[in-house]
């Protein structure tokens, strides 16, 4: 129903990582806890559909944002069972989030989802990251690519800037962050009221930031990401230059806001 690069591996059925994600999803009923997955989308639908449907086992409903998509990402999504909010135009992830955020407090939701439409977020983590949430009373759970694994999926360069800065954020709380850029996230929604007006750039690591100083628990729980393959990444060699600058510029603001 509608409310106005990569392409994926297909997300298998496989045995879940815990073996227990089902029985989890009825712990998550049976507390009368009510998840919804929010998943911004532009130009997917070779697998945007996929994920809709791998991500509905464990969630009440799912949003797809399509960000003025030229393709048939909407329709792909509408067709698996989402309901789809669609941007006229290309506006970007920061502006994506922030219509998904709303539509999603505006509901009488629990627990906010996140990831991407992309197949790179397996939706089988889920449950495990809302269990780790609950378990260790966290406000915001973030997927770690690095948390107690090796990745060497990315260049040195992205590497090292994303341990420089989760370094960084760790500074701001008690809580270790190990990946600061991710966007496979789950929030408990009253702590997303909190951090809910994302910054256009880099919002990942601004609201990480903001989450850590309004004294939000934090944590992470390790999810393995596959390497993408083909498309076009958003990383050249303007934005490598870039990068540092921008992301200083987004500590600078956070510590005068």
Same mark, same amino acid.
């Given at each position: &129903? ?17 073996? =227990?994600?089902?029985? &989890?999803?009825? $712990?998550?009923?049976?507390? @009368? ?10 130009? =997917? ?15 009440? $409903? ?7 998509? $030229?393709?048939?990402?909407?329709? =792909?999504? =509408?067709?698996?069972?989402?309901? !789809? ?29 996140? +990831?991407?439409?992309?197949?790179? @977020? ?10 780790? &949430? ?7 759970? !973030? ?10 999926? @990315?260049? +040195? ?32 929604? !009253? ?20 989450? +850590?100083?309004?004294? +939000?628990?934090?944590? $992470? ?37």
């Amino acid at each position: &129903m509608s409310s106005q690069g990569f392409r994926p591996r297909r997300l298998r059925a496989k045995a879940d990582p815990i073996g =227990e994600n089902d029985k &989890m999803s009825s $712990e998550l009923a049976s507390r @009368h806890l009510r998840v919804i997955a929010v998943i911004p989308a532009y130009n =997917e639908e070779n697998s945007v559909g996929s994920v809709v449907k791998d991500a509905s086992r464990f969630v009440d $409903e799912i949003l797809v944002i399509d960000d003025g998509s $030229e393709d048939m990402t909407a329709k =792909e999504a =509408e067709s698996a069972g989402a309901t !789809t909010i669609k941007h006229a135009s290309n506006s970007g992830i920061g502006s994506s989030l922030r219509t998904g955020y709303g539509y999603c407090l505006s509901k009488s939701f629990d627990i906010v989802v996140q +990831l991407d439409a992309d197949g790179q @977020h397996d939706p089988q983590f889920v449950p495990l990251m809302i269990k780790h &949430m609950i378990t260790n009373n966290l406000d915001v759970v !973030t997927g770690s690519r690095f948390l107690g694994q090796r990745n060497d999926d @990315h260049v +040195l360069l992205r590497r090292a800037g994303i341990k420089l800065f989760s370094a960084l954020a760790s500074s701001y709380g008690p809580a270790r962050v190990t990946d600061v850029t991710s966007g496979f996230r789950a929030y408990r929604s !009253t702590a997303l009221r909190k951090i809910a007006d994302v910054a256009d750039r880099h919002w990942a690591f601004d609201q990480t930031l903001r989450a +850590l100083k309004l004294g +939000l628990n934090y944590g $992470e729980y390790p999810v393995p990401m596959p390497k993408r393959n083909s498309g076009k990444s958003q990383f050249n060699g303007r934005t490598f230059f870039l990068y540092p600058i921008r992301m200083m510029g987004v500590v600078l603001k956070v510590a005068l806001s």
